[in-house]
Nanobody, 124 residues
């Protein structure tokens, strides 16, 4: 399974970005998908996940109400719509796939496949 994240960039505080993660080589509709981020000098942290069907989503507290995760199984793609961005959202954002249960998790060790990451920079 290969995951390709895109959509990052430089945006001013209060702005929006939509990240995409395209999957190939596997059964995307069976996977839960997660987004994680890593800021400079910090450990990677969970951002959001969506289960295999899209019926369940979950977010870290600091992004609730600002970020929305969604998926299009016909396009083998998961999205992260980010709004009201803050400088503290600056990080490399990576997508990941979990295929053992399809339910998703906040724990990065539960994910089996990882994309390469895309840089998001929010200026103040």
């Amino acid at each position: 399974v290969q995951l390709q994240a895109s959509g990052g960039g430089l945006v001013q505080a209060g702005g929006s970005l939509r990240l995409s993660c395209a999957a190939s080589g596997g059964s995307f509709s069976n996977y839960a998908m997660g987004w994680f981020r890593q800021a400079p000098g910090k450990e990677r942290e969970f951002v959001a996940f969506i289960n295999w069907s899209g019926s369940r989503t979950y977010y870290r507290d600091s992004v609730k109400g600002r970020f929305t995760i969604s998926r299009d199984n016909a396009k083998n793609t998961v999205y992260l719509q980010m709004s009201s961005l803050k400088p503290e959202d600056t990080a490399v954002y990576s997508c990941a796939a979990e295929d053992r249960t399809g339910h998703g998790s906040e724990m990065e060790q539960e994910y089996d496949y990882w994309g390469q990451g895309t840089q998001v920079t929010v200026s103040s």
